[in-house]
C-alpha cells in the first residue's frame, strides 16, 4: 500500500519515491512514468493481477474443496474450520506490517517474497499428509498472502504515471473481480477432476510466470521517507489475540468448559488488551488507534465487522450444505455460488456511483438487510432442493445486498479520514473484514451446535445450518441498524477532524475509490483512494 502503517499520521500528500532497475540503476523514465496503455503498462497489470488473483483464487476455491479435504484426510469440523482460517489468522495479522515492508524494503521485491513464499506454501498444503501439515501450510500460505496482496495494488501505484493510476487500479480491481468470480466454478471443477490438492498446485505455474515477469518488467520502487522501526510487536500480539480466540472456539464443541478452552480464550483477551496497549504507547504503531477517533471511520468499521462475518458464516457453511446436504458435487456447488460475484463484477460500479450521489446512510442500511434475507432464504435449501426454485433466488438476493453494500461502504472508509490516511484505512478496513470472517468460522458452528462430525451426516448438519443462518442474518441486521443511526449521510473528514483537536482543512478534499469492482467475499478491496473528481 502507498500508506505505510509506519507513516507519520498527520502527513499528506503525494511521496517522493526512489526508483530503481532490477540491476539497481536509476530507472530511465524516472518515478510514476508508466502510462497504463503502453507494454511497459500491460506488463505491470499482468504482473500485478497474477499477483493477487493467486490470493483472491485462493479465498474463494478452498471452500468447495472442504468435504473432499476432511474425508480424504478423516478429519472432523475442526479441521475443515482450521484449514480455512489458518490462512485467514496471518494474513489478518500481517497485511498491515506488508504494506510497510514494501514501502521500505522494495515494493517489487517483498511482492515478488511474497509471490514465493504463497507457492512454496501452495506446494507444501498439496503435498500435506495429513491435516496437522496442511493447517501449517495453510499459516505459511497466509504470510505469502499478506505480502504479496498489499504489494499487487502497491506496484501499480508508485509505478504508474498520476494520471493513469485511477485507470491502473480499475483494471486490477476488475480482473481480480473475474478471479473471485471464478474461483468457485474453478475449485469444484479441480476437485471433481484431478483431486482437492490442485486447488493448492494450481498457485505454482501461476507464481512461475508471475516472478520473472516481475523482476524483468516492473521497476523497483521504494518511499525515500520510510524511516523508524517496525511494529513487529503489535503484529504478532494482534496474531496472537486472533489466534487464541479462534482456539477457544474451535475446541469449545469437543472439550466443553475445560482449561483446554477456558485458558486460549483468557489468554486471547490478554493479548488484546496487551495489543491495545503497545499500539497506544509506541510511536510508530501498526495500527495508529488515532485513526478512530473518526466517529465515521469506527461507525463504518462496526459495520464491516458485522457485514464479514455474517458473510464469513455464510459461504463456509453454504458450500457444505449444498454438497453434504442437497447432495451437489464439488463443481455444481462451486457454479451454484457464481451468481452472487458476478453480480457485483457487473453493478458495483454502478452501485458506487449510486453511493457517492445519495450519500452512505441508505445503502448501509439497505444493503445488509438484503443479505440477511438472502441469507434466510438459504434455508429452503435442504434435501433434494432445486436450484432454480430455491437455491438461485436465495443467492441473487444476497448478491443484490452486496452490491447495494460494498461499494459504499468502501468509499465511506476513504472519506472518512484524512486524504494522507487513506490507504491506512483502507488496509485497517480490510484487516478488521478478515478478522471479523476468521471469528464467525469458529463461533458460528459451536453456536449452531454443529458437532465434529456434523458433516458427514446430511440430517444433522442441515438441520444446524437452519440454525445458523438466522444468526448470520441477525449480524447483518445489526450492521443496518449501525448504518441507520451510526452513520452520516454525507461522508468528509474535516469535521471529525476538528473534534480530534487537529487542524481541519478550509475546504476539506474528499477521497474517492479507484477501485471500480467490489468482488471480493472475504474482505472489501484495498483501495488508495484518489482526491481527483
Same mark, same amino acid.
Given at each position: @500500500?502507498?500508506?505505510?502503517?509506519?507513516?507519520? &499520521?498527520?502527513?499528506?500528500?503525494?511521496?517522493?519515491?526512489?526508483?530503481?532497475?532490477?540491476?539497481?540503476? &536509476?530507472?530511465?523514465?524516472?518515478?510514476?512514468?508508466?502510462?497504463?496503455?503502453?507494454?511497459?503498462?500491460?506488463?505491470?497489470?499482468?504482473?500485478? +493481477?497474477?499477483?493477487?488473483?493467486?490470493? @483472491?483464487?485462493?479465498?474463494?476455491?478452498? $471452500?468447495?474443496?472442504?468435504?473432499?479435504?476432511?474425508?480424504?484426510?478423516?478429519?472432523?469440523?475442526?479441521?475443515?474450520?482450521?484449514?480455512?482460517?489458518?490462512?485467514?489468522?496471518?494474513?489478518?495479522?500481517?497485511?498491515?506490517?506488508?504494506?510497510?515492508?514494501?514501502?521500505?524494503?522494495?515494493?517489487?521485491?517483498?511482492?515478488?517474497?511474497?509471490?514465493?513464499?504463497?507457492?512454496?506454501?501452495?506446494?507444501?498444503?498439496?503435498?500435506?499428509?495429513?491435516?496437522?501439515?496442511?493447517?501449517?501450510?495453510?499459516?505459511?500460505?497466509?504470510?505469502?498472502?499478506?505480502?504479496?496482496?498489499?504489494?499487487?495494488?502497491?506496484?501499480?501505484?508508485?509505478?504508474?504515471?498520476?494520471?493513469?493510476?485511477?485507470?491502473?487500479?480499475?483494471?486490477?480491481?476488475?480482473?481480480?473481480?473475474?478471479?473471485?468470480?471464478?474461483? &468457485?466454478?474453478?475449485?469444484?471443477?479441480?476437485?471433481?477432476?484431478?483431486?482437492?490438492?490442485?486447488?493448492?498446485?494450481? $498457485?505454482?505455474?501461476?507464481?512461475?510466470?508471475?516472478?520473472?515477469?516481475?523482476?524483468?518488467?516492473?521497476?523497483?520502487?521504494?518511499?525515500?521517507?520510510?524511516?523508524?522501526?517496525?511494529?513487529?510487536?503489535?503484529?504478532?500480539?494482534?496474531?496472537?489475540?486472533?489466534?487464541?480466540?479462534?482456539?477457544?472456539?474451535?475446541?469449545?464443541?469437543?472439550?466443553?468448559?475445560?482449561?483446554?478452552?477456558?485458558?486460549?480464550?483468557?489468554? %486471547?483477551?490478554?493479548?488484546?488488551?496487551?495489543?491495545?496497549? +503497545?499500539?497506544?504507547?509506541?510511536?510508530?504503531?501498526?495500527? &495508529?488507534?488515532?485513526?478512530?477517533?473518526?466517529?465515521?471511520?469506527?461507525?463504518?468499521?462496526?459495520?464491516?465487522?458485522?457485514?464479514?462475518?455474517?458473510?464469513?458464516?455464510?459461504?463456509?457453511?453454504?458450500?457444505?450444505?449444498?454438497?453434504?446436504?442437497?447432495?451437489?458435487?464439488?463443481?455444481?456447488?462451486?457454479?451454484?455460488?457464481?451468481?452472487?460475484?458476478?453480480?457485483?463484477?457487473?453493478?458495483?460500479?454502478?452501485?458506487?456511483?449510486?453511493?457517492?450521489?445519495?450519500?452512505?446512510?441508505?445503502?448501509?442500511?439497505?444493503?445488509?438487510?438484503?443479505?440477511?434475507?438472502?441469507?434466510?432464504?438459504?434455508?429452503?435449501?435442504?434435501?433434494?432442493?432445486?436450484?432454480?426454485?430455491?437455491?438461485?433466488?436465495?443467492?441473487?438476493?444476497?448478491?443484490?445486498?452486496?452490491?447495494?453494500?460494498?461499494?459504499?461502504?468502501?468509499?465511506?472508509?476513504?472519506?472518512?479520514?484524512? +486524504?494522507?490516511?487513506?490507504?491506512?484505512?483502507?488496509?485497517? $478496513?480490510?484487516?478488521?473484514?478478515?478478522?471479523?470472517?476468521?471469528?464467525?468460522?469458529?463461533?458460528?458452528?459451536?453456536?449452531?451446535?454443529?458437532?465434529?462430525?456434523?458433516?458427514?451426516?446430511?440430517?444433522?448438519?442441515?438441520?444446524?445450518?437452519?440454525?445458523? @443462518?438466522?444468526?448470520?442474518?441477525?449480524?447483518?441486521?445489526?450492521?443496518?441498524?449501525?448504518?441507520?443511526?451510526?452513520?452520516?449521510?454525507?461522508? %468528509?473528514?474535516?469535521?471529525?477532524?476538528?473534534?480530534?483537536?487537529?487542524?481541519?482543512?478550509?475546504?476539506?478534499?474528499?477521497?474517492?475509490?479507484?477501485?471500480?469492482?467490489?468482488?471480493?467475499?472475504?474482505?472489501?478491496?484495498?483501495?488508495?483512494?484518489?482526491?481527483?473528481?
Amino acid at each position: @500500500m502507498s500508506d505505510s502503517p509506519t507513516e507519520p &499520521p498527520k502527513e499528506t500528500g503525494p511521496r517522493p519515491e526512489a526508483v530503481v532497475t532490477g540491476a539497481g540503476e &536509476p530507472a530511465a523514465e524516472g518515478p510514476g512514468a508508466v502510462r497504463v496503455g503502453t507494454p511497459a503498462g500491460r506488463w505491470v497489470l499482468l504482473t500485478a +493481477v497474477l499477483g493477487s488473483g493467486m490470493a @483472491m483464487l485462493d479465498s474463494t476455491v478452498v $471452500n468447495v474443496a472442504l468435504p473432499r479435504i476432511g474425508a480424504d484426510l478423516d478429519a472432523g469440523l475442526a479441521v475443515l474450520q482450521w484449514t480455512v482460517n489458518a490462512y485467514m489468522l496471518t494474513l489478518a495479522g500481517l497485511i498491515l506490517l506488508g504494506g510497510a515492508l514494501g514501502d521500505r524494503f522494495g515494493r517489487r521485491r517483498v511482492f515478488v517474497v511474497g509471490v514465493v513464499w504463497f507457492a512454496l506454501a501452495s506446494l507444501l498444503c498439496g503435498l500435506a499428509p495429513n491435516a496437522g501439515v496442511l493447517i501449517a501450510a495453510r499459516a505459511l500460505q497466509g504470510i505469502g498472502g499478506a505480502l504479496l496482496t498489499p504489494g499487487s495494488l502497491a506496484l501499480i501505484q508508485a509505478t504508474f504515471h498520476p494520471d493513469d493510476r485511477a485507470r491502473g487500479v480499475g483494471a486490477w480491481s476488475g480482473l481480480g473481480g473475474v478471479a473471485s468470480a471464478i474461483g &468457485p466454478f474453478v475449485g469444484g471443477w479441480l476437485v471433481d477432476g484431478p483431486g482437492w490438492r490442485w486447488v493448492f498446485l494450481i $498457485n505454482l505455474p501461476l507464481a512461475a510466470v508471475c516472478v520473472p515477469v516481475a523482476l524483468r518488467h516492473v521497476p523497483e520502487t521504494r518511499d525515500a521517507r520510510a524511516r523508524g522501526r517496525f511494529d513487529v510487536l503489535g503484529a504478532v500480539l494482534g496474531a496472537l489475540a486472533l489466534g487464541a480466540v479462534t482456539y477457544a472456539l474451535i475446541a469449545a464443541p469437543d472439550k466443553g468448559a475445560s482449561p483446554w478452552v477456558i485458558g486460549p480464550a483468557v489468554a %486471547g483477551v490478554l493479548f488484546g488488551a496487551a495489543f491495545g496497549y +503497545v499500539e497506544r504507547r509506541r510511536a510508530e504503531p501498526m495500527l &495508529p488507534l488515532t485513526i478512530f477517533s473518526s466517529h465515521q471511520f469506527t461507525a463504518v468499521n462496526a459495520v464491516t465487522v458485522c457485514v464479514y462475518a455474517a458473510f464469513g458464516g455464510f459461504f463456509f457453511l453454504s458450500v457444505l450444505q449444498l454438497q453434504v446436504v442437497a447432495g451437489y458435487s464439488a463443481l455444481a456447488a462451486g457454479t451454484a455460488l457464481l451468481p452472487t460475484t458476478v453480480l457485483m463484477l457487473l453493478l458495483s460500479a454502478r452501485s458506487g456511483e449510486l453511493g457517492q450521489r445519495i450519500g452512505p446512510r441508505l445503502p448501509l442500511t439497505v444493503g445488509p438487510l438484503l443479505c440477511a434475507a438472502g441469507m434466510l432464504l438459504m434455508t429452503r435449501v435442504t434435501t433434494g432442493a432445486g436450484y432454480w426454485r430455491d437455491v438461485l433466488p436465495a443467492l441473487i438476493v444476497l448478491g443484490l445486498g452486496m452490491v447495494v453494500l460494498v461499494a459504499p461502504l468502501t468509499a465511506t472508509v476513504l472519506a472518512s479520514v484524512d +486524504v494522507g490516511r487513506a490507504g491506512l484505512a483502507s488496509g485497517v $478496513n480490510n484487516a478488521a473484514a478478515r478478522a471479523a470472517g476468521l471469528v464467525a468460522v469458529a463461533a458460528l458452528p459451536l453456536l449452531a451446535g454443529m458437532g465434529p462430525d456434523a458433516y458427514r451426516d446430511a440430517g444433522q448438519f442441515g438441520e444446524t445450518f437452519r440454525r445458523a @443462518m438466522p444468526m448470520c442474518a441477525g449480524a447483518l441486521v445489526v450492521a443496518a441498524l449501525i448504518g441507520w443511526f451510526a452513520v452520516r449521510k454525507e461522508p %468528509g473528514g474535516g469535521a471529525e477532524a476538528a473534534r480530534a483537536g487537529e487542524p481541519a482543512p478550509a475546504e476539506p478534499a474528499i477521497c474517492h475509490p479507484e477501485c471500480a469492482y467490489h468482488c471480493g467475499v472475504t474482505a472489501p478491496p484495498l483501495d488508495p483512494g484518489s482526491t481527483d473528481d
